[in-house]
């Protein structure tokens, strides 16, 4: 019973205590700057009552624990706090003494107006509210409570927004991972995000939905693309890099001269290959054009220390990532010492998913 009852509080996804030391300590710092700061902007006062709104502890809870989402950003925190308060006074003045009319009527067109500006703040609807039953402090200062102490409280919390959230390594305000430029230097997408949905088929489907969500469209692509790789990975990863990949792998010693190399490569019509040192350990790649650039030099002086090394029983849809990019065309199969026992290219990548989608379409 104790169990089901911790499972229904805290749902599916088991919350870090990372995640709420982050939240929790930089709403502490956050509503203490802004309120210190604030009282100091206005002259001091009574340190026991800090400037501050109640609304802006909600608002607290959105900049510091959820920064990623579109209802904590900057432009809703500061515009839909502003335009809720504006809002609210003037009904509040518009219809004195009724507030049981006023303060839904504020509210519900603070919402519509957060909604139509793109700055839609959840915290927004309690500003309005309290401008039509804050009482006679409230009323009395009239337009001026939405610049003080509503904009000078919002606009510190985001200040202080900004800087937590750089300092626990979250961006604010937030931006969705770009997705990674085509090392060609063309603006053609990677290989791997040509397939599948594009966005046209993300915007289509936001506006099949028809509900406002609490995720940006560029999050959402980010996402799903995401779930493809994982997806992928999980219906391939009982195809394992030893049983598709080359074992009979042309390689060159690091220590023959790159001229014989070179013909070496043009004798079995290849571009590249792997280098190995006396022990038969992977160190690097040769590729003709830099061998042919050090042609009075050995293998050694030319080659590419970098390469991608895996094992005999590594998924290959650990390789998808690594070669599709179009920067690297080629994997290293190694032992437990390094040494090379095979080789996986991009056309036996090819070769073996499209046999793989074969066999699902049978099945």
């Known amino acids: ?211 406002l969500l609490d995720v940006s469209r560029e999050d959402l692509d980010v996402l799903f693309r995401e779930v493809e790789i994982q997806a992928h990975q999980r219906l391939h990863s009982q195809i394992r890099c030893g049983e598709v990949m080359s074992r009979d792998v042309i390689r060159l010693d690091r220590a023959q001269s790159a001229e014989s190399a070179l013909a070496f490569l043009q004798s079995h019509d290849l571009r590249a290959a792997p280098v190995v040192d006396e022990e038969g350990r992977v160190i690097g790649m040769a590729r003709r054009a830099e061998l042919q650039a050090n042609r009075r030099r050995t293998v050694e002086a030319a080659l590419d220390p970098f390469v991608h090394r895996v094992r005999e029983g590594t998924p290959i849809a650990a390789l998808l990532p690594i070669l599709s990019t179009g920067q690297t065309h080629e994997a290293m199969v190694v032992d437990r010492d390094r040494k090379l026992v095979g080789v996986i290219t991009q056309t036996d990548l090819i070769a073996v998913l499209y046999r793989a989608h074969i066999v699902e379409s049978v099945l």
């Open 1 to 211: 019973m104790t169990q089901r009852l911790l499972t229904l509080l805290r749902g599916k996804t088991p919350p870090r205590p990372v995640d709420a030391l982050k939240g929790g300590g930089g709403a502490l710092l956050g509503l203490l700057f802004a309120g210190v700061l604030g009282r100091l902007a206005v002259g001091g006062g009574d340190w026991l009552h800090p400037l501050l709104v109640a609304p802006i502890g909600a608002s607290a809870v959105l900049v510091f624990a959820v920064p990623a989402s579109p209802l904590a950003q900057p432009r809703g925190v500061i515009g839909g706090n502003i335009v809720s308060a504006f809002i609210g006074i003037t009904v509040a003045l518009l219809l004195p003494g009724h507030p049981l009319v006023a303060a839904p009527l504020a509210v519900g067109l603070a919402i519509a107006a957060m909604i139509l500006l793109g700055c839609l703040h959840p915290p927004g609807g309690a500003v309005a509210l309290i401008t039509v039953i804050g009482g006679p402090a409230v009323t009395k200062a009239g337009y001026l409570f939405a610049l003080n102490p509503v904009a000078v409280d919002s606009v510190l919390l985001v200040a202080a927004g900004m800087v937590w959230n750089r300092l626990v390594g979250r961006s604010y305000p937030h931006k969705a991972p770009a997705p990674p430029p085509s090392p060609h230097g063309t603006a053609d997408p990677l290989p791997a995000s040509r397939i599948g949905y594009d966005a046209g088929d993300l915007d289509k489907a936001l506006a099949r939905y028809g509900e």
